[in-house]
Protein backbone atom coordinates (compact mmCIF):
# COMPACT_ATOMS: atom_id res chain seq x y z
CA UNK A 1 0.00 0.00 0.00
CA UNK A 2 1.55 3.27 -1.67
CA UNK A 3 1.22 6.41 1.18
CA UNK A 4 3.46 8.39 -1.48
CA UNK A 5 3.23 8.04 -5.10
CA UNK A 6 5.48 9.27 -7.98
CA UNK A 7 3.16 7.77 -11.10
CA UNK A 8 6.20 8.85 -13.89
CA UNK A 9 9.14 6.99 -13.62
CA UNK A 10 11.18 9.27 -15.82
CA UNK A 11 11.37 12.56 -16.80
CA UNK A 12 13.23 14.00 -20.43
CA UNK A 13 14.19 17.85 -19.77
CA UNK A 14 16.18 20.32 -21.81
CA UNK A 15 18.67 21.89 -20.26
CA UNK A 16 17.91 25.62 -19.64
CA UNK A 17 13.96 24.24 -19.52
CA UNK A 18 11.57 23.72 -16.80
CA UNK A 19 11.59 20.20 -14.76
CA UNK A 20 8.69 19.60 -12.94
CA UNK A 21 8.23 16.15 -11.17
CA UNK A 22 4.96 15.25 -9.33
CA UNK A 23 3.94 13.75 -6.25
CA UNK A 24 0.67 12.22 -5.01
CA UNK A 25 0.24 10.77 -1.19
CA UNK A 26 -2.75 9.46 0.20
CA UNK A 27 -2.25 9.73 4.08
CA UNK A 28 -4.14 12.80 5.31
CA UNK A 29 -1.60 12.87 8.07
CA UNK A 30 1.46 13.75 6.36
CA UNK A 31 2.91 17.43 8.01
CA UNK A 32 6.15 17.51 6.52
CA UNK A 33 7.06 16.42 3.04
CA UNK A 34 10.66 16.19 1.28
CA UNK A 35 12.35 16.00 -2.15
CA UNK A 36 15.95 14.23 -1.85
CA UNK A 37 17.82 13.77 -5.33
CA UNK A 38 20.17 10.39 -5.58
CA UNK A 39 22.62 9.88 -7.64
CA UNK A 40 24.09 6.24 -8.85
CA UNK A 41 26.06 4.54 -6.08
CA UNK A 42 25.34 7.48 -3.70
CA UNK A 43 23.14 8.12 -0.89
CA UNK A 44 20.10 10.33 -1.02
CA UNK A 45 20.96 13.87 -0.75
CA UNK A 46 17.91 16.30 0.75
CA UNK A 47 17.00 18.91 -1.74
CA UNK A 48 14.01 21.01 0.19
CA UNK A 49 11.40 20.64 2.19
CA UNK A 50 7.59 21.89 2.91
CA UNK A 51 5.46 22.12 6.25
CA UNK A 52 2.07 21.31 5.78
CA UNK A 53 1.16 24.93 6.73
CA UNK A 54 2.72 26.15 4.02
CA UNK A 55 1.92 26.05 0.02
CA UNK A 56 5.20 26.90 -1.83
CA UNK A 57 8.88 26.75 -0.60
CA UNK A 58 11.64 28.24 -2.87
CA UNK A 59 15.16 27.59 -2.63
CA UNK A 60 17.33 28.73 -5.11
CA UNK A 61 16.26 27.11 -8.28
CA UNK A 62 13.90 24.58 -6.62
CA UNK A 63 10.48 25.23 -5.15
CA UNK A 64 8.04 23.11 -4.04
CA UNK A 65 4.58 23.30 -4.42
CA UNK A 66 1.97 21.67 -1.90
CA UNK A 67 -1.68 21.37 -2.58
CA UNK A 68 -3.00 19.56 0.28
CA UNK A 69 -6.79 19.62 -0.63
CA UNK A 70 -5.86 17.60 -3.28
CA UNK A 71 -2.77 15.61 -1.22
CA UNK A 72 -0.33 16.74 -4.59
CA UNK A 73 3.05 18.34 -4.41
CA UNK A 74 5.56 18.88 -6.88
CA UNK A 75 9.34 19.80 -7.36
CA UNK A 76 10.27 23.04 -10.12
CA UNK A 77 13.74 22.60 -10.96
CA UNK A 78 14.40 26.50 -13.05
CA UNK A 79 16.59 26.25 -14.88
CA UNK A 80 17.27 22.65 -15.79
CA UNK A 81 20.94 21.72 -15.54
CA UNK A 82 22.47 18.09 -17.21
CA UNK A 83 23.98 17.86 -13.25
CA UNK A 84 20.17 17.80 -12.09
CA UNK A 85 20.44 14.65 -13.56
CA UNK A 86 19.59 11.83 -11.36
CA UNK A 87 16.67 10.09 -9.52
CA UNK A 88 14.26 12.43 -7.43
CA UNK A 89 12.41 10.71 -4.35
CA UNK A 90 9.74 12.51 -2.89
CA UNK A 91 9.11 11.86 1.04
CA UNK A 92 6.36 12.51 3.71
CA UNK A 93 6.15 12.47 7.59
CA UNK A 94 3.16 12.71 9.81
CA UNK A 95 5.51 14.67 12.32
CA UNK A 96 8.72 14.31 14.45
CA UNK A 97 9.35 10.55 15.17
CA UNK A 98 7.55 8.96 12.74
CA UNK A 99 8.84 7.16 9.92
CA UNK A 100 9.58 9.16 6.82
CA UNK A 101 7.35 6.93 3.78
CA UNK A 102 9.51 7.30 0.28
CA UNK A 103 7.65 7.13 -2.85
CA UNK A 104 9.51 5.39 -5.72
CA UNK A 105 11.87 8.25 -7.47
CA UNK A 106 11.07 9.30 -10.39
CA UNK A 107 14.30 9.60 -12.98
CA UNK A 108 15.63 13.07 -14.29
CA UNK A 109 17.36 13.42 -17.40
CA UNK A 110 18.54 16.92 -18.80
CA UNK A 111 20.42 16.77 -21.89
CA UNK A 112 22.38 19.73 -23.56
CA UNK B 1 34.98 14.43 6.18
CA UNK B 2 32.41 11.53 5.83
CA UNK B 3 29.19 12.49 7.41
CA UNK B 4 27.94 8.87 7.74
CA UNK B 5 30.18 6.29 6.43
CA UNK B 6 28.41 2.66 6.26
CA UNK B 7 30.79 -0.31 5.93
CA UNK B 8 31.17 -2.63 3.91
CA UNK B 9 29.81 -0.73 0.62
CA UNK B 10 29.37 -4.30 -1.07
CA UNK B 11 28.75 -7.99 0.47
CA UNK B 12 28.70 -10.75 -1.12
CA UNK B 13 27.41 -13.74 1.19
CA UNK B 14 25.93 -17.57 0.89
CA UNK B 15 22.15 -18.25 2.25
CA UNK B 16 22.14 -19.28 5.83
CA UNK B 17 25.85 -16.91 6.65
CA UNK B 18 25.24 -14.22 9.59
CA UNK B 19 26.61 -10.86 8.37
CA UNK B 20 26.71 -7.34 9.90
CA UNK B 21 26.96 -3.82 8.71
CA UNK B 22 27.78 -0.92 10.31
CA UNK B 23 27.04 2.59 10.75
CA UNK B 24 28.39 5.64 11.93
CA UNK B 25 27.92 9.11 11.68
CA UNK B 26 30.16 12.06 12.71
CA UNK B 27 27.24 15.12 12.69
CA UNK B 28 26.57 14.63 16.69
CA UNK B 29 22.73 13.92 15.35
CA UNK B 30 20.55 12.09 18.06
CA UNK B 31 18.39 10.32 15.56
CA UNK B 32 19.69 6.88 13.99
CA UNK B 33 17.66 5.18 10.86
CA UNK B 34 18.42 1.93 8.66
CA UNK B 35 16.60 1.81 5.23
CA UNK B 36 16.13 -1.07 2.71
CA UNK B 37 16.26 -0.20 -0.98
CA UNK B 38 14.83 -3.12 -2.78
CA UNK B 39 14.75 -4.35 -6.65
CA UNK B 40 11.58 -2.38 -6.92
CA UNK B 41 13.85 0.58 -5.67
CA UNK B 42 11.39 1.62 -2.87
CA UNK B 43 12.84 3.01 0.26
CA UNK B 44 11.64 1.38 3.56
CA UNK B 45 12.02 2.30 6.79
CA UNK B 46 13.59 -0.61 8.97
CA UNK B 47 14.40 0.93 12.30
CA UNK B 48 15.39 4.02 13.88
CA UNK B 49 16.87 4.66 16.95
CA UNK B 50 17.08 8.16 19.46
CA UNK B 51 19.64 8.39 21.66
CA UNK B 52 20.35 4.44 21.47
CA UNK B 53 16.79 3.99 21.97
CA UNK B 54 15.14 1.92 19.71
CA UNK B 55 11.82 4.31 18.47
CA UNK B 56 10.24 2.65 15.48
CA UNK B 57 10.79 -0.71 14.41
CA UNK B 58 8.51 -1.46 11.37
CA UNK B 59 7.95 -5.03 10.30
CA UNK B 60 10.92 -6.55 9.55
CA UNK B 61 11.67 -10.07 10.00
CA UNK B 62 13.28 -10.82 13.69
CA UNK B 63 16.64 -12.07 11.76
CA UNK B 64 17.18 -8.28 11.69
CA UNK B 65 18.73 -6.73 15.27
CA UNK B 66 19.77 -3.51 15.05
CA UNK B 67 22.74 -2.71 17.79
CA UNK B 68 23.31 1.24 19.04
CA UNK B 69 26.57 1.09 21.26
CA UNK B 70 26.47 4.67 21.37
CA UNK B 71 23.91 7.67 19.86
CA UNK B 72 27.07 8.08 16.82
CA UNK B 73 26.94 4.14 15.54
CA UNK B 74 23.98 1.90 14.54
CA UNK B 75 25.19 -1.57 13.65
CA UNK B 76 22.78 -3.65 11.55
CA UNK B 77 23.18 -7.71 12.18
CA UNK B 78 21.55 -10.24 9.77
CA UNK B 79 20.92 -13.73 10.66
CA UNK B 80 20.42 -16.71 8.33
CA UNK B 81 20.78 -14.95 5.36
CA UNK B 82 17.79 -15.47 2.81
CA UNK B 83 17.56 -14.63 -1.00
CA UNK B 84 15.16 -11.85 -0.67
CA UNK B 85 17.40 -9.88 1.68
CA UNK B 86 19.59 -8.70 -1.87
CA UNK B 87 19.26 -5.51 -1.68
CA UNK B 88 20.87 -1.75 -0.57
CA UNK B 89 20.59 -0.72 2.63
CA UNK B 90 21.11 2.88 3.91
CA UNK B 91 22.04 4.34 6.93
CA UNK B 92 20.79 7.48 8.03
CA UNK B 93 20.97 10.04 10.80
CA UNK B 94 18.84 13.37 11.37
CA UNK B 95 18.88 15.89 14.10
CA UNK B 96 15.41 16.89 16.22
CA UNK B 97 13.44 19.06 16.04
CA UNK B 98 14.72 20.16 12.71
CA UNK B 99 15.09 16.71 11.03
CA UNK B 100 11.61 17.66 8.84
CA UNK B 101 12.79 20.83 7.95
CA UNK B 102 16.66 20.18 7.23
CA UNK B 103 16.16 16.21 6.38
CA UNK B 104 18.34 13.24 7.20
CA UNK B 105 21.67 13.01 6.20
CA UNK B 106 22.08 9.52 3.99
CA UNK B 107 25.21 7.28 3.97
CA UNK B 108 26.01 5.72 0.57
CA UNK B 109 24.79 2.29 0.68
CA UNK B 110 25.98 -1.09 1.30
CA UNK B 111 24.72 -3.65 -1.35
CA UNK B 112 23.98 -6.56 0.06
CA UNK B 113 23.93 -9.98 -2.59
CA UNK B 114 22.80 -13.40 -1.08
CA UNK B 115 23.51 -16.17 -3.69
Known amino acids: DQQVKQNSPSLSVQEGRISILNCDYT??????FLWYKKYPAEGPTFLIS?????DKNEDGRFTVFLNKSAKHLSLHIVPSQPGDSAVYFCAASEGAGTALIFGKGTTLSVSS | DTAVSQTPKYLVTQMGNDKSIKCEQN?????MYWYKQDSKKFLKIMFSYNNKELIINETVPNRFSPKSPDKAHLNLHINSLELGDSAVYFCASSQDPTALVYGYTFGSGTRLTVV
Open chain 1, 27 to 32: NSMFDY
Open chain 1, 50 to 54: ISSIK
Open chain 2, 27 to 31: LGHDT
